[in-house]
């Protein structure tokens, strides 16, 4: 069975140090997809990023950057110069392909990211 | 662009009680898939429809079902409400094959169990 596993449960850091979220990842299909979503008090959760498995790459989107590595079977989140509005909850995700090709996600536990003043 | 719209926001249910959730996708979305949250377990997947059809299910017990309306509105319901039933239930909306397309999630159900 696939699995997502985000060891840090919590994380506190003061306003503008950079910070990174680490996700590790099991899975025996050769195509699969990663996640990151963040979910605010509100509780929608909020799409951040998709990944294939063959993209390598690493991405940037203005604060935040994710490092995906096959190799270690990771696809890590830094956000950069944290901000009081990014404290949530992120979770970490791995679609997961069912019967007639149908997919799912499947959940890290999460890691709640508090940004203080 | 309207999102994918989850009614009632909150629930509050007496223990043995039945429950209808309900979910409207992100227009031209024909996939509906329905995720229960609680503290204890995360993010669970419960199953998914596609054009009516349920594609993949979740290890829940038969008191949960769903279904799928012809314009993809979808309905989750569960029967004989227990205590642990109480939680967050997220339902996601996709164009098609949810990885190949990503996923939008609506602002869930807060479900009550007393």
């Known amino acids: 069975a696939q699995k997502v596993t985000q060891a840090q449960t919590e994380i506190s850091v003061v306003e503008k140090e950079d910070v990174t979220l680490d996700c590790v990842y099991e899975?025996?299909?050769?195509?699969?997809?990663l996640f990151w979503y963040k979910q605010p008090p509100s509780g929608e959760l909020v799409f951040l990023i998709r990944?294939?498995?063959?993209?390598?790459q690493n991405e940037i989107s203005g604060r935040y950057s994710w490092n995906f590595q096959k190799s270690t079977s990771s696809f890590n989140f830094t956000i950069t110069a944290s901000q009081v509005v990014d404290s949530a909850v992120y979770f970490c995700?791995?679609?997961?392909?069912?019967?007639?090709?149908?997919?799912?996600?499947?959940f890290g536990q999460g890691t709640r990211l508090t940004i203080n003043p | 662009k309207a999102g994918v719209t989850q009614t009632p926001r909150y629930l509050i249910k007496t223990r043995g009680q039945q429950v209808t959730l309900s979910c409207s996708p992100i227009?031209?979305?024909?996939?509906v898939s329905w995720y229960q949250q609680t503290p204890g377990q995360g993010l669970q997947f419960l199953f998914e429809?596609?054009?009516?059809?349920?594609?993949n299910k979740g290890n829940f017990p038969g008191r949960f079902s769903g279904r799928q309306f012809s314009n993809s509105r979808s309905e989750m319901n569960v029967s004989t409400l227990e205590l642990g039933d109480s939680a967050l239930y997220l339902c996601?909306?996709?164009?098609?094959?949810?990885?190949?397309?990503?996923?939008?999630f609506g602002s869930g159900t807060r479900l009550t169990v007393v």
């Open positions: 996601a909306s996709s164009l098609g094959t949810g990885g190949d397309y990503g996923y939008t």
């Open positions: 899975t025996r299909d050769t195509t699969y997809y």
């Open positions: 990944r294939n498995s063959f993209d390598e």
């Open positions: 995700a791995l679609s997961e392909r069912g019967i007639q090709g149908a997919q799912k996600l499947v």
């Open positions: 227009s031209g979305h024909r996939s």
């Open positions: 429809y596609f054009s009516e059809t349920q594609r």
